[in-house]
């Protein structure tokens, strides 16, 4: 089994900064995309950062110049370092992870954490 462990979520206000951690553990051969989504009340679920295993990186227009998402192979964690929040990007954030086990090295499998919250008051 594979598990995915966020934290770092919480209440700031606009225009400070967080950082969110997500680490991967269990059964785990090599994890080839790491990503943050996130879904807001009343709102579809929607990309915010990936990484792939050679740290090429891709972001949604909205955060762009704002986050950075990162990784630790050696880890298995990713990162996501939220800067000049806005109210906008109040919302719960999933860590998502594409990933391959021991026992079957050839088949990709995605896995979600649990989400954590994150709140910018203006």
């Known amino acids: 089994q594979v598990q995915l462990v966020e934290s770092g979520g919480g209440l700031v206000q606009a225009g400070g900064s967080l950082r969110l951690s997500c680490a991967a553990s269990?059964?785990?051969?090599?994890?080839?995309?790491m990503g943050w989504y996130r879904q807001a009340p009343g709102k579809q679920r929607e990309l915010v950062a990936l990484i792939t295993s050679v740290d090429s990186t891709t972001y949604a227009d909205s955060v762009k110049g704002r986050f950075t998402i990162s990784r630790d192979n050696a880890k298995n964690t990713v990162y996501l370092q939220m800067n000049s929040l806005k109210p906008e990007d109040t919302a719960v954030y999933y860590c998502?992870?594409?990933?391959?086990?021991?026992?079957?090295?050839?088949?990709?499998?995605?896995?979600w954490g649990q989400g954590t919250q994150v709140t910018v008051s203006s």
């Open positions: 269990g059964s785990i051969f090599s994890i080839n995309v």
């Open positions: 998502n992870a594409a990933l391959t086990s021991p026992t079957n090295i050839l088949r990709s499998l995605v896995y």
